[in-house]
């Protein structure tokens, strides 16, 4: 059977927004890694140029003439096939694009600019006032944004659901409170519980006098087990780290190195590593196409955190993985043994860095974030009171002390840079890890035989197969219910597995 002639068309204009993406996306790790400090001036307008040439190209008529004319081959094909959903996602991201006219879009833009050269000045004096304008802008730009959504779509419920959307397609406020709910009431206890118990682990081992040359080849050596290779990914320095793609055979992580703390190249490098392996295990029939990424931010991150965390601070992994550190850095781990790096690498304490916060408390870092988000956009609390409601916040739920707001409010880039909604995805990264790992764990039987032997070819395989080929085919409900048979996210699974991680460092 021929192809559609329009289907041929869509393909050929997608491909080329893809295009463009993908140089844009070039652009940007270039700029994050090796770009000389001064060029970040012109590189911004060549950034938005390309942004801006894409976002016209796909919101033009020709592309929704095009939708309309394939309404009937979509129909007449299986909803999993690639050319159904295809057409269906490009179909949601252009009704969704459209909504908002170009002047809005180029008003963020130069916002978000605006807002992160402030967050970078307002962060290192510790000064909040040079950021609150800057917020306020913003959020002003985002409630005409909720106001053109919620015009050309009757159905929305909370002004806040469409922020989520950007990150999560189909989430609601709603569901994510219900989550964070459960998630919170069953993670405070746990945090009491260590509290009464400071120095029942000891993290010695991780801190120490490691050079930098030598972690690069260790991690290096690490990555190319866990299933990097040369011809089709790189490993780069950043301050701070992330995953991007410029294709699946062109994968390009960072990551960092302290000279006195193994923890933040050594986890930093499996999370990008996970990032990574999603987007190389995307179908090649994807390629140049709006399905060629993960599911969602959650169902990405869902991936990173698999990999830093319930494998690289698993005990299994470090009957492999000590005598790689044994190899690297002989004198310094002449004498430990598989159960005392297993617990140095999982010591449990509150903080108030969420990017430092060990696997429990993260997530309420996270609920932290998630409710004044809720309460900025319900107007409950004021920008200009935004740092005393987080300190507040930091007392309630982790019971430290916030000393400044450089280690409190003003931590995080996102809000200063324009993302509001993306901090939920964070903990359901973690949600979707834990349901996937009991579905992983009843599939393959010895994948704890397999990871402890350095053998991670049969994950690699289960995650390619059942998760990464589909790309962005499915939404992450659909791809839960294919995947674990339950289509909504289920914090249980992840509190049954901290609870038994924190009982066997800390005891019942
Ligand atoms: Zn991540």
């Known amino acids: 059977m021929s192809e559609h002639p329009d289907l041929g068309k869509l393909k050929e204009r997608l491909g080329e927004i893809s295009d463009l993406r993908g140089a844009q996306s070039l652009l940007g790790w270039d700029q994050r890694t090796i770009m000389p400090q001064k060029g970040a001036g012109v590189r911004a307008s060549r950034i938005a140029t390309l942004g801006k040439i894409s976002h016209d190209l796909f919101v033009a008529d020709e592309t929704g003439q095009l939708l309309d004319s394939l309404t009937e081959l979509?129909?007449?094909?299986?909803?999993?096939?690639?050319?159904?959903?295809?057409?269906?996602?490009?179909?949601?991201?252009?009704?969704?694009?459209?909504?908002?006219?170009?002047?809005?879009t180029v008003a963020f833009s130069l916002a978000e600019s605006a807002g992160y050269q402030a967050w970078v000045e307002a962060r290192?004096?510790?000064?909040?006032?040079?950021?609150?304008?800057?917020?306020?802008?913003i959020v002003e730009l985002h409630r005409q944004a909720i106001a053109l959504h919620r015009a050309a779509n009757?159905?929305?419920?909370?002004?806040?659901?469409?922020?989520?959307?950007?990150?999560?397609?189909?989430?609601?406020?709603?569901?994510?409170?219900?989550?964070?709910?459960?998630?919170?009431?069953?993670?405070?206890?746990?945090?009491?519980?260590?509290?009464?118990?400071?120095?029942?682990?000891?993290?010695?081992?991780?801190?120490?006098?490691?050079?930098?040359?030598?972690?690069?080849?260790?991690?290096?050596?690490?990555?190319?087990?866990?299933?990097?290779?040369?011809?089709?990914?790189?490993?780069?320095?950043?301050?701070h780290p992330f995953a991007s793609s410029m294709s699946t055979q062109d994968i390009r992580i960072t990551t960092r190195?302290?000279?006195?703390?193994?923890?933040?190249?050594?986890?930093?490098?499996?999370?990008?590593?996970?990032?990574?392996?999603?987007?190389?295990?995307?179908?090649?029939?994807?390629?140049?196409?709006?399905?060629?990424?993960?599911?969602?931010?959650?169902?990405?991150?869902?991936?990173?955190?698999?990999?830093?965390?319930?494998?690289?601070?698993?005990?299994?992994?470090?009957?492999?993985?000590?005598?790689?550190?044994?190899?690297?850095?002989?004198?310094?781990?002449?004498?430990?043994d598989e159960d005392a790096i297993y617990r140095a690498v999982n010591k449990f304490g509150p903080s108030l860095i969420r990017v430092e916060a060990d696997e429990l408390t993260y997530n309420l870092h996270i609920i932290i974030r998630f409710e004044l988000e809720r309460d900025i956009f319900s107007?409950?609390?004021?920008?200009?009171?935004?740092?005393?409601?987080?300190?507040?916040?930091?007392?309630?739920?982790?019971?430290?002390?916030?000393?400044?707001?450089?280690?409190?409010?003003?931590?995080?880039?996102?809000?200063?840079s324009g993302a509001f909604g993306y901090f939920p995805t964070y903990a359901l990264g973690n949600v979707v890890a834990a349901q996937l790992w009991e579905r992983i764990a009843r599939d393959l039987p010895d994948l704890d035989g397999d990871v402890s032997r350095g053998d991670f070819g049969p994950l690699r395989d289960w995650l390619g197969e059942n998760i990464h080929r589909h790309g962005r085919k499915f939404g992450p409900n659909q791809l839960l219910e294919r995947v674990v048979g339950v289509d909504r996210f289920d914090p249980q699974p992840l509190v049954r597995y901290l609870t038994t991680k924190v009982e066997g460092l800390y005891g019942a």
């Open 257 to 336: 190195y302290y000279p006195d703390f193994l923890n933040p190249a050594l986890f930093g490098t499996m999370h990008e590593f996970g990032h990574g392996l999603y987007e190389h295990g995307v179908s090649p029939e994807l390629e140049r196409t709006p399905l060629c990424r993960g599911a969602s931010m959650a169902f990405h991150e869902s991936q990173s955190r698999m990999w830093e965390n319930l494998i690289g601070r698993g005990r299994p992994f470090w009957d492999y993985g000590l005598p790689e550190l044994k190899r690297a850095f002989p004198d310094h781990f002449a004498g430990a």
């Open 379 to 416: 107007g409950t609390v004021p920008l200009a009171d935004l740092p005393a409601a987080w300190n507040a916040k930091v007392q309630e739920y982790l019971g430290i002390d916030v000393p400044d707001d450089a280690q409190g409010v003003l931590q995080d880039v996102h809000w200063g």
């Open 124 to 137: 290192a004096t510790s000064d909040y006032t040079i950021l609150l304008p800057h917020l306020e802008r």
């Open 154 to 239: 009757e159905e929305v419920e909370d002004d806040y659901d469409i922020l989520l959307d950007d990150y999560e397609p189909g989430l609601k406020a709603s569901e994510v409170s219900r989550v964070f709910d459960l998630l919170k009431n069953a993670t405070i206890p746990l945090v009491e519980h260590i509290r009464a118990k400071p120095d029942a682990v000891d993290d010695s081992l991780v801190h120490g006098d490691f050079p930098v040359e030598t972690q690069r080849s260790l991690v290096t050596t690490l990555a190319r087990r866990l299933g990097y290779t040369d011809d089709a990914w790189r490993l780069d320095t950043t301050q």
């Open 74 to 104: 979509e129909q007449s094909l299986p909803f999993d096939s690639d050319d159904a959903s295809l057409i269906r996602v490009t179909r949601r991201d252009y009704e969704k694009a459209k909504v908002i006219p170009t002047e809005l």
